[in-house]
């Protein structure tokens, strides 16, 4: 895919302009950037459900919106109601036939198809042991990979990933984010995921492209997440540190701007505080890439508390 000069707005205000990206064929990038920058918005332009005020946007050869099938796309994610009556196995389904009426007859061939794709991506995310659970009462990682396989389901070229390793504790950041390097290598699907933090998925990435108030830079993690270039692109000091076992930590990185305070406010788990203690604790001074949570400073005297990594206050 492609952008060239691409620029987008939302509500009237000017996200990112100026833009100039490629990704090809195969390639996992990660987007990533402080709240609120317009890194979901990214994934709306190149699913065409947002257009570029200003610029060219080409997706798998086309204009966006326009590849059908051949693009996958996993929300920002949603909580599930532990009483919802659907399996797990049938959110998978709604990625094959949901934006249609009716399903296809069971013993009929598209009803064997749809039964047959269904199971092999429930298998191919290693969700077989939970897929006939009610999905609320799935974990989060279960629910991620079940998600990852809806959008897997029809066999997409490209798949667009809105913080899958949200709310996911360590050791499903890494399975999951283990799971989608596979799909890309293996199946060869082009992967573009927005992250907060690229460290999970550091190891496995082609691109990272970073997003700023104004602008953004593409280029390997090398090259991308160093002072040089952060630097120039917040146009501030910012400093990268690399800890011993290879993480990378972005200290001085802008403020994340606090303007949107309740979109995520349904989505603020106890998984997300367990997270906040864990970066008070581990991270104290510094900042993990795209958080710009900045401990020392962002600490609410009254309450000992931190905002949210996401923007809004807890
Ligand atoms: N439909 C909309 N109308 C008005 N403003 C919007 C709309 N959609 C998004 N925004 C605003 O645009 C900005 C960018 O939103 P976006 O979700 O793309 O950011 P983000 O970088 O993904 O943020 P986060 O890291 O918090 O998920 C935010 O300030 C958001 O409130």
Redo the contacts with the bound molecule.
Sequence with gaps: MSLRGASVR??GRL?WSGVDLDIGGGEFTAVL?P???????LLKVLLGTVAPAAGEVRVLGRAPGRAGDRVGYLP?RRSFDPALRLRGSDVVRLGWDGDRWGVPLPGTAGGRAARRRIAEVIDLVGAGAYADRPIGQCSGGEQQRLLIAQALVRRPRLLLLD?PLDSLDLPNQAAVAALVGRICREEGVTVVM?A?DVNPILSRLDRVVYLAEGGAVAGSPAEVVTTETLTRLYRTPVEVLRTSDGRLVVVGQPEAPA??TD?HADRHTDTDRHHDIERRTDVDRHVDPGTGHRPDTDRNADTDQYPDP??ELS
């Design positions: 939302v509500g996200l950037g709240n609120g920058v317009g890194k979901s918005t920002q913080e927005v907060h303007r949107h979109r996401r923007g």
